[in-house]
Structure formats: structure tokens, C-alpha cells
């Protein structure tokens, strides 16, 4: 049997099984009974049989294959209490029933399965790790504000390289491979305070998701990760909010019901930086930053839902002349908007769609004025467009197929401009793609196959590049299961700027010349994750990534032009342990990574900045520890860093116009690239906070210490040389001992 | 827990060792060769150059540098240059060093390789705009004629206050983007006064020395890696320029002329 034949053999097969088999189905949402919000991966079965499902990322579930007959349903989610309702199925009918979940309901003896068990039950995944809100606001914040990407770096396959940044290296990957998304919005840029922190507002955020490696045909156009964030959709049934004060910025967030729908919207603006530059007289010098989101949602009836959700983040930097109100006045902004509007449609109870449509928009404004009159500009902008759909077919009680399109058009421009003259540089790149995915439970509960594949177009260059992508999951036992995955991925986009650079203000995109092959990355996955208790879980997974066409800016240079690019091959591979624990007196997760990673430009073969070998991350929360304060901490361990050391130097001479005579400067001779590493990295940093009642309200008054034992990590070296002297080496180091206090009221 | 305890402890002891092991240094040796700056100068000039060597991060610098044998050939002619002082090496006389000509340097030292160069000088060339004893203001722009045989321009703005502190702005420009033009609005910050403009039109060598020099800073204080070299067998430049200059006043008030200067010698190209 000829492979095209055998493919309509098993579709035919799978007709037959929908048209013939004459069970009943049982459908609906699950949702939190005091805020009306969806409930994602929420476990649902039908009690006395092995029937079940979890609900997915909107709060829908779908049953099939139910023999007609009453059942108990039983709705299960950790933090609430557990639902049962009674349910009559017919014969080839499907019933519906919505479940809210009570979280004050929850019973002590109660077992309760969650998020992570249910996924563990019921999905084909591998490399995947979901923070949620309330896991997110325990870990001890970076000068007093919680940063996503500071909880993510904390992950095993993750690599900080400095205590200043948020890029997130991810298994050997650079941060230009990562896919950021925001309610179906590409971010480009997710950074502010030149890296220190993520535009996203953690209390505004339902959950991150991360796909560190091996994701579903779902996703495409970056090579290494997928950092898929979602909105929370507000309180529909209250009125709720609250305002924040740290020592860098101030937050509010109010949320409530809209007639058959919620909003949330939320803000944070930066108060310290500003009060700094002013206590210490430094006039003429100014920086900001801030952040917008918002999410509203719209149930039009049961089977359509719509959903709006914006962001708009900014930083702004100026510096000017204070004693002269018509002399030098430098700006720099820049920042993200993201808009997308999303309809959830239930098709029929066996097709779920999603939606989307999305704008998101990078800028950048550089403005120099020397006179009122005398200009130099500097604009950047980057726009994308997008219309996706996806489609969830509960085609079978065996097959769960999803495929989807995903129609964008991504455009860049840049315009200078000086005084009368300007130069203007814009490209426009149509990366059309689409996908099939089926989740096969070839042995229930025991044996599971993903095969997927993603079809992508990209216009530059008119390439059409074929994506196949596998999961395997083999559950031995009860606790147990074996998970696989390969896949191949491609990126149509690179950044321009170095990623050596210790700190960025952000990154410069482009579209991969019409020249260059598309870069590709192949990703091989293997790995146990076992149960130990009803609420812990150790997984270890070994990785292989392997790169090819990457296009590398030129090193040491802060920026290389797109026809400049050096094309790189390499390869990473390494192996990530974490044991996890979601309840009980003690949460959070012990995460060790031992990676290689490899570059090739031509002959030079090294390892790139972020190479780190070892890396083990503790996070260890205690709610109620002592007095109601709930402590928490973070510890990091981690082998030095390459970098690329000075080994010698020489007297430079150079004629200087100016004096019309040479004169000379030290400079020093490097090392190979990245060929020596810096010392040990490790970091403690610690939290408390109690929380008090008052009426209508509660206080949370919190304490965090970043590097509590004041560890004295090197950020880099400077050699000096004199004359006649043998040179000195500086080490600058990472962030000190650095305590903030803050305050939250929540009503 | 007492079951997994002793392993735990085991587990951890190890990758406390082994991470502690993982601080890396190479381990290639570092060779010591010649530094070497010549820079010579369309029309008559006396070269002169400077011999050095490279030294390893742990040793002292020194500038007296003697012993080293510096050749300077032009067709069939070849002039040795001399140790006259510290690292510096010179010919007393000046040369006939035409546009065009090309110069060959070779520099020997008995336990370092030979350094080889060569340089075509660029063409002369001058200063269209302004003309000396000009006042300009930073809506005008600098413009000049073509120096065949250069890659691009080093450029400096320099004022002397009367205090007798200086100010300078150097530009490197290549030939590909503004060579011949320059709008001077950058000048805007910088206080009314009596300027000297100056332009070094470089040939390939001494443009990519500069460029990949990434500025300069006086008396050696500006430190940046990177080893650029436009010679062989050691590091360090043998490149070639042609110079031209125009003192110009510059005034902020679009109203041309100064007090106490005449009209008739304001001029503005805007």
C-alpha cells in the first residue's frame, strides 16, 4: 500500500468512525465560579469510567465517544473545590454542561488534580512549563517589580547572562529565536530599562506558557522557544482591582463585568529613576517607562465568544541642555503596541475555532535637536499584521486534529534624517503559513502519537519551506511516561544587533535577505516525567538541537547591516532536570540544565556568550511560613560564562587631523572568541510578605532582597594599561545587595 | 525522605565540584611581534615611523625600542630610516613623495618577523568652500574636490578659545557617502569662534586603521580591543594622505559677517 493510499485508508477509517459509531458526547466550559474566568486544563471525566478530558486553554472541553446513560461528571481543578453534576447522555447527542469551579469550596482530604496532572493525563508534550499568576507572585521580585521573564530565566534549558538583562537564552538558542506572544501578538522587543524588565504586567496575566523546544505545528517562524502569555479576562461578576506601589514604579489594575462579558485593564508607570536623577541635581537628564493592558470579552451566545486585548509599553530617555531652553535636546522612545481581537467559536461540539486577528507594532524615535532648527531623526518602525485560525477537531475518540492558517504580513522601515537630508530603508516580508496536527491515542490512556506538519511561504526570497514536526508519549504506568519529539523549524526574521552586547535597548529586525537560505533549526527531544506524589513531579529531558544558516552579526560590532551577516551553523544539546512541586507548605521547583553549544562561521569554530554549562535553579516558596508571612526564595547556580579575554597589547599610534601630529592610545590584543569563561555565578534572593484584612480590602506590605549575601558576580573585565607598567584588570560586577519594600491594596 | 537524603547529598556534592572546575582559560601561547605606524604625506615630507613590539598582559611596556631596521623603497630609490629617540625611527630629509607613487616599508628586528607594507599616495586635492578667513554659519556646508586614490576623508573641526583650551571633532567619511559634502549643523552646539577645519584624505590602508580604530582619544587615554592591521608579519599601519586646511570664523546669528569684519568677505554656499 502506497503512502497516498494508506493516508485516505486512515481518513476513510476515521469517517467511518464518526458517521458509524452512534455515542453521545458531553461538551461545555469550566470557569471560576468567583471571577467568571476560564479555567485551563481543568480535569474532567466521567465518574466510574476511564472516560475523560481536560479542558484547554479557553475553559472548553469535549467528551466523546459516551456510551448513552446518566453519569456523575466530576470537575477537578487544584485550588477549587471539586463540581459534580449529574449528566443524561443520548445517543448520538452531545450534552452540554457549563461547570463553575468554587475556590472557597475546597475540601482538606480532597484529591484534586492539577493543571500539570491533567496535562500530564491527557496532552502529547514535551519541554512545556506553565507559570500562572499565582505561582508567578510568589518569587521574589528585581527591584521590587515581578518580571515574567526573571521567573523564566529560574526554568532548566534557560540561561541569564547578566543581572541586568531579561533575554532569555533558551537551550542554546539566542533571544531573536524565541516567539513572544501576547494574546496572539508578536512582541518583538520584550524589554524595557535596557533589558532589566519585561513589558507584560504579571498581575494582568493569566499564564505563560513556555515551549522551550519541540513545539506542535502550531507554532512556527522562530527557531528555538514559544512563550505563549495570556491575558487574564477580568472579574465578571465584581467589581475588583488593585494599586501597587514599589520602590521603581507604581500599578494599578481594575477589572469587572460588561453586560455578558468582563474587562480587565491594567497599568504601571516608573516613578524611581526620574526622583533619582532629581535628588542627585542631575538636571537636564530624564527616563521613564510604562505599560498598558487590556483584555475585554464579549459572549455573544454559548458558541461565540470575542475577545479584545491591547498592550502599549514605552520607554523614554532624554537628556538636554537645562541651562538653555533652544540648546541640545535629545529624545529617544521607544516601545510596543499590540492590539488583537480573537472570536472563540464552537462549531459544532466537535469543531472549537479560534480567530485572530492581530496588530503589533515596534518603534523607535531618536531625535537630536541642536537648535531650534537643527535636526538630526533617527525613526524605526516594524508593523505585522496578522489573520489566524485554529481549528480543533475532536474527530474521534482516538484522533483530536488541529490546523489552522496564519496569514501575516510583517513591514520595517527606517528613516534618518539630517537636517534637510534623509535616507529611508523599508522591506516588507508575507510569511504565510499552515498546519495539521492529530493527537492519536492509538492505545488509550497508555500510547500516544502527534504527528503534525506546518507549510510556511515566505516572501523574501519566494521560499516554501515544509515543516514536519512528531510527539510520541508511552505512559508505563499510572505515574509514568516516556515522551519524544522531533521536529524541524524555520525563521524568516533575524535581528541585526550583537547579542554580546551587555545591555540593549532593543533589537533591530529584518527579513532574511533574498540571498541567504531561510535559517533552520532541527530539534530531537527525549524524556520521563514521573508523579511522585499527587502534587510533585520530576521530568528529565535530554535535548539535540541542531542549527543551519544562521545568519550571525559580525563580532564586536554593535550592528551589522542585513548584507553583512555571517552565515553560522552549530549545534546545542544538553539535558534538563526539574523537580517540580505545586502544593502543599512547601512550592516551587529544583531546576538543573547541563548544556553544550556550539557555533561554526567558517573555520572559526566557539562557543557563544551564553554557553553555560551547568545551571541549577532552586525556587522555594512558603505560604504562612511564620506570623501569615509567606517567604520565598531563589537560588542560582551557575559555571562561568565565555567571553573573549585580552591576552596582550601594543601602543596604537594614529595621526590626529586636529593636531596635525600621530599620537598613540593602549589597546589590548584578544583572545580566541569566547574563549575564556568567567567564575562561578550564584545568586540568592529572598521575599516576604504578610497580608492583612481590612473590610473591604486587603494589604499586602512585602519585602525583597536581591543578592541577600551580597555575592560579588563579575559583569566584565577592563584591563588598564599605563605606561611602562604591567596593566591592571577592573572587574565591574552584577547587581549588589539590593532590598526594596512595596505595598499592595486590593479591593 | 531518608531514602533519597544520602544520594541528594551525593548528587549535589558532585555538580558543586563540577561546577566549580568549569572556569576556563586558553591555552595558547602569546607570541610577541612588531607594532609598526608610517604614515606618509602627499608632496615633500620627512617620514617617519614608529617600531614597537607587542607585549603579553602580564609584562611592562616600554617605549625605547631601538635596533630595529626600517626601510622605506620607491622604485629603484630606497632610504633607511634611523632611531632617533624612544620608539621612533626617521629619515632627515623629505622625500619627493608624488600623488600615485607607490612606497614600499620593511621593517626587521633578529628574534621577530618581518613587517612588510606598501601605500599609493593619494591625489591632492582642496577646499572648495569656505575659503580661508570666511564666516560661516551651521546652515552652510563644507565642500572640497576629489582626492583620486583615497578611500575617504579624516575630517577635524578644532577651535582654540582664547583661554587656549581647544575643542575638535573628528569625522572619518567615506568616499561612498558624503565625500565632497558636508553639511555642518553638527557644529550647532558649539560656541561662535574662529575654527580650523582640516582634511585628511586617506588612502585604503590608513582609512581602514582608522576605521576599525573606533576614535581616538589624546595622550593614550581611549583603550579598545581588536588588533587591525593593514601591514604583514606584525600589526600596525603603512598607509599615506593628503592634507589641505582653511581657517575659517563660525557665527551662530544667520546675519553673515562679524564686528570688524567687511561684508565683502562673508560667503555662504546655502
Known amino acids: 500500500m502506497n503512502p497516498a493510499t494508506r493516508a485516505l485508508f486512515l481518513l476513510a477509517a476515521i469517517l467511518a468512525g464518526i458517521t458509524s459509531a452512534r455515542p453521545g458526547a458531553v461538551n461545555g466550559y469550566v470557569r471560576d465560579l468567583s471571577s467568571g474566568e476560564p479555567l485551563a486544563y481543568a480535569n474532567v471525566y466521567l465518574e466510574g469510567t476511564s472516560i475523560g478530558a481536560a479542558s484547554n486553554d479557553r475553559g472548553y472541553y469535549y467528551i466523546s465517544n459516551v456510551p448513552a446513560g446518566e453519569y456523575e461528571l466530576v470537575v477537578s481543578f487544584i485550588g477549587f473545590g471539586t463540581a459534580r453534576r449529574r449528566v443524561e447522555v443520548g445517543s448520538g447527542v452531545t450534552t452540554t454542561a457549563d461547570v463553575d469551579l468554587d475556590p472557597g469550596a475546597v475540601k482538606v482530604d480532597e484529591v484534586v488534580v492539577s493543571a500539570e496532572r491533567a496535562r500530564f493525563e491527557r496532552e502529547v508534550e514535551l519541554s512545556v512549563t506553565r507559570l500562572d499568576t499565582r505561582q508567578l507572585l510568589t518569587i521574589p521580585k528585581v527591584g521590587g517589580e515581578m518580571d515574567l521573564f526573571r521567573a523564566i530565566q529560574m526554568l532548566p534549558g534557560v540561561i541569564a547572562t547578566s543581572d541586568f538583562s531579561n533575554r532569555l537564552y533558551i537551550r542554546g538558542g539566542s533571544p531573536d529565536q524565541n516567539l513572544v506572544l501576547l494574546d496572539g501578538i508578536t512582541v518583538y522587543n520584550p524589554s524595557h530599562l535596557f533589558g532589566m524588565y519585561s513589558p507584560f504586567i504579571t498581575e494582568a496575566i493569566s499564564d505563560a506558557t513556555l515551549l522551550a523546544g519541540g513545539f506542535p505545528a502550531e507554532y512556527g517562524g522562530r527557531l528555538s522557544s514559544v512563550l505563549d502569555i495570556t491575558t487574564r479576562e477580568g472579574n465578571s461578576k465584581n467589581y475588583t482591582g488593585h494599586g501597587s506601589l514599589s520602590m521603581l514604579a507604581g500599578e494599578a489594575l481594575v477589572e469587572g463585568p460588561i453586560p455578558n462579558g468582563s474587562f480587565l485593564l491594567a497599568g504601571r508607570r516608573t516613578w524611581l529613576p526620574d526622583a533619582l536623577l532629581k535628588a542627585f541635581g542631575a538636571e537636564g537628564l530624564g527616563y521613564y517607562f510604562y505599560d498598558l493592558m487590556g483584555k475585554a470579552n464579549y459572549e455573544l451566545n454559548h458558541d461565540i465568544r470575542l475577545t479584545v486585548a491591547g498592550l502599549g509599553a514605552e520607554d523614554v530617555l532624554g537628556f538636554w541642555d537645562a541651562e538653555d531652553p533652544d540648546g541640545l535636546d535629545v529624545r529617544l522612545a521607544w516601545g510596543n503596541r499590540g492590539l488583537s481581537a480573537q472570536a472563540d467559536l464552537i462549531l459544532s461540539p ?56 496564519d496569514l501575516r504580513v510583517t513591514s520595517t522601515s527606517t528613516t534618518t534624517r539630517f537636517d534637510t537630508i534623509s535616507f529611508a530603508d523599508q522591506d516588507t516580508l508575507w510569511p504565510l503559513s499552515a498546519y495539521i496536527d492529530d493527537k492519536w491515542e492509538v492505545v488509550p490512556d497508555r500510547f500516544f502519537v502527534k504527528p503534525g506538519l506546518r507549510y510556511n511561504w515566505y516572501s523574501n526570497g519566494n521560499r516554501h519551506e515544509l515543516e514536519p514536526r512528531l510527539g510520541l508519549k508511552y505512559k508505563p504506568g499510572k505515574n509514568t511516561s516516556l515522551n519524544a519529539s522531533a521536529g524541524r523549524y524555520t525563521q524568516p526574521m533575524v535581528t541585526l544587533n550583537s ?91 529544583v531546576g538543573y540544565s547541563y548544556m553544550w553549544t556550539r557555533r561554526r562561521i567558517g573555520e572559526e569554530v566557539y562557543h557563544p556568550h551564553y554557553d553555560r554549562r551547568h545551571n541549577l535553579n532552586v525556587v522555594a516558596n512558603f505560604p504562612g511560613l511564620f506570623w501569615g508571612v509567606d517567604v520565598s526564595t531563589n537560588f542560582t547556580l551557575g559555571t562561568g560564562l565565555p567571553y573573549a579575554g585580552d591576552i596582550g597589547y601594543y601602543p596604537r599610534y594614529e595621526y590626529v587631523p586636529g593636531e596635525n601630529e600621530t599620537r598613540y592610545s593602549w589597546r589590548f590584543i584578544q583572545g580566541p572568541r569566547d574563549a575564556f569563561r568567567y567564575p562561578v555565578y550564584h545568586r540568592l534572593d529572598a521575599g516576604l510578605s504578610r497580608t492583612w484584612t481590612l473590610g473591604w480590602s486587603e494589604i499586602t506590605a512585602f519585602l525583597d532582597v536581591t543578592n541577600v549575601y551580597d555575592a560579588r558576580n563579575v559583569l566584565l573585565y577592563h584591563w588598564e594599561a599605563e605606561d611602562g607598567d604591567i596593566p591592571e584588570r577592573q572587574q565591574y560586577d552584577m547587581m549588589p545587595i539590593l532590598p526594596t519594600i512595596g505595598l499592595r491594596v486590593r479591593f | ?223 579598545q580591543s581588536g588588533t587591525p592591521s593593514t601591514v604583514t608579519g606584525g600589526i600596525g599601519v603603512f598607509g599615506s594622505a593628503a592634507l589641505c586646511s582653511v581657517r575659517v570664523y563660525l557665527k551662530h546669528d544667520p546675519v553673515m559677517g562679524y564686528p570688524g569684519q567687511s561684508p565683502g568677505s562673508s560667503r555662504s554656499n546655502r
Open chain 2, 1 to 223: 525522605m531518608k531514602r533519597i537524603t544520602p544520594p541528594v547529598c551525593v548528587g549535589f556534592a558532585l555538580l558543586l565540584l563540577s561546577v566549580t572546575r568549569c572556569e576556563l582559560t586558553p591555552s595558547e601561547r602569546f607570541e610577541s611581534e612588531l607594532c609598526v605606524h608610517c604614515l606618509l604625506f602627499a608632496g615633500a615630507d620627512a617620514p617617519e615611523a614608529h617600531v614597537n613590539r607587542t607585549y603579553a598582559i602580564g609584562d611592562s611596556s616600554s617605549f625605547l625600542f631601538p635596533g630595529a631596521e626600517v626601510f622605506l623603497r620607491q622604485a629603484r630609490d630606497s632610504w633607511a630610516l634611523l632611531h632617533v629617540g624612544n620608539d621612533r625611527y626617521a629619515y632627515p630629509e623629505s622625500l619627493d613623495t608624488a600623488p600615485f607613487d607607490t612606497f614600499y616599508l620593511r621593517v626587521t628586528k633578529d628574534g621577530y618577523d618581518t613587517v612588510l607594507g606598501h601605500t599609493t599616495l593619494p591625489d591632492t586635492f582642496s577646499i572648495l568652500f569656505p575659503r580661508p578667513g570666511d564666516t560661516i554659519t551651521t546652515e552652510d556646508s563644507l565642500t572640497w574636490t576629489e582626492s583620486r586614490g583615497s578611500k575617504g576623508y579624516y575630517t577635524s573641526f578644532r577651535r582654540e578659545t582664547p583661554r587656549g583650551d581647544t575643542f575638535d571633532i573628528g569625522i572619518l567619511i567615506a568616499n561612498d557617502s558624503f565625500a565632497g559634502y558636508l553639511p555642518l549643523f553638527f557644529l550647532s552646539p558649539e560656541p561662535e569662534g574662529a575654527y580650523t577645519f582640516r582634511l585628511a584624505a586617506l588612502d585604503t590602508n590608513y582609512y581602514n586603521w582608522v576605521n576599525a580604530g573606533g576614535g581616538f582619544g589624546p595622550g593614550g587615554g581611549m583603550q
Open chain 1, 350 to 405: 466537535l469543531l472549537y475555532c479560534e480567530a485572530t486577528a492581530a496588530w503589533s507594532n515596534f518603534f523607535s524615535n531618536f531625535r537630536v535637536a541642536f537648535s531650534e532648527t537643527d535636526t538630526a531623526r533617527m525613526t524605526t518602525d516594524l508593523t505585522d499584521l496578522t489573520l489566524k485560525t485554529d481549528l480543533t477537531w475532536y474527530a474521534h475518540s482516538h484522533h483530536t486534529l488541529a490546523l489552522g492558517a
Open chain 1, 499 to 589: 547579542t554580546d552586547a551587555l545591555f540593549s535597548i532593543y533589537d533591530m529586525w529584518v527579513p532574511v535577505p533574498d540571498a541567504r537560505n531561510t535559517p533552520s533549526a532541527l530539534h530531537y527531544i527525549a524524556g520521563v516525567e514521573h508523579w511522585l506524589t499527587g502534587d510533585a513531579i520530576v521530568e528529565v529531558e535530554g535535548w539535540y538541537k541542531d542549527y543551519a544558516n544562521l545568519l550571525e552579526p559580525r563580532y564586536g560590532d554593535f550592528a551589522t547591516p542585513a548584507d553583512s551577516l555571517l552565515t553560522a551553523d552549530g549545534y546545542s544539546w544538553g539535558c534538563d532536570l526539574m523537580l517540580r512541586k505545586t502544593e502543599g507548605w512547601v512550592t516551587g521547583w
